[in-house]
């Protein structure tokens, strides 16, 4: 079959338009798979069965108060305020990147605070929203706070629910509205709660009676209506020292 010049031409971008195509669908498949890949690491980390380093988290910022995006002096500022209120405290935390908005923000994870501590920091900081984690019976549930009316207090918002065996490998986060976004970060997340196992786990193998009084001290530091104080003294037998 003889063919024109303009036939064959036609023919070369059909089938280059197919690999193409069919080249697109791999990478997307094998992205998809990464990400959940990801996802399921960034859960075990944070919940395993050989310990109990962590069963609260939150997720937040000094950066861009009340959502309004802030000048660099601004941020830089605001960031090492928080930065010096968390080693002063001694409370356990690692740096996170992530999202508000269209905003992309140096956020600190803090592990093992409760609930009220979370919203003082918020307002401390007069943060918008933050993410709040907590570990039960085997799923990790995120929870996004967002401040009321009157920005004196915080109302969750919205909550995800994970289990260790099943995520969806695309909800990178849930709208809520036109203004949030529950924006999850796993690649830096998985990360945070690598480094922060890795610490806790080498001063247990290191001191025997850390290990043996670990738990205790971690209940007794979530119980609500402590004072400032008790929480503190026990963040120090905690975490004093290990994280700076």
Request: hydrophobic letters at 30%; a neutral charge.
């Amino acid at each position: 079959m003889n063919l024109t010049k303009i036939e064959l031409e036609k023919m070369l971008k059909e089938s280059i338009k197919k690999v193409l195509s069919e080249h697109k669908q791999n990478l997307d498949e094998i992205s998809i798979n990464k990400k959940k890949q990801l996802k399921n690491k960034a859960i075990d980390s944070v919940y395993t069965d050989d310990d109990n380093n962590v069963k609260t988290f939150c997720i937040i910022t000094g950066e861009n108060p009340m959502g309004k995006t802030g000048g660099n002096k601004l941020n830089r500022n605001a960031n090492a305020s928080l930065l010096d209120y968390l080693k002063s405290g001694n409370f356990a935390w690692q740096p996170i990147r992530g999202n508000y908005s269209e905003n992309s923000e140096n956020s600190k994870i803090i592990f093992n605070l409760p609930l009220d501590s979370a919203k003082f920091l918020g307002l401390k900081f007069l943060q918008e929203s933050f993410i709040y984690g907590r570990k039960e019976e085997g799923k990790t549930y995120f929870d996004l706070y967002v401040i009321n009316e009157k920005h004196d207090d915080y109302e969750l918002k919205k909550t995800k629910t994970y289990y260790t065996d099943r995520i969806d490998a695309e909800d990178n986060y849930t709208i809520i509205d036109d203004k949030h976004k529950f924006n999850i970060p796993f690649d830096y997340f998985n990360e945070a709660c690598i480094a922060f196992n890795d610490i806790i786990n080498e001063t247990k193998r290191n001191h025997p009676r850390y290990a043996n009084e670990f738990n205790r001290f971690l209940n007794e530091s979530l119980l609500p209506n402590k004072t400032g104080y008790y929480r503190y003294i026990h963040n120090c037998l905690l975490y004093g020292g290990l994280f700076k």
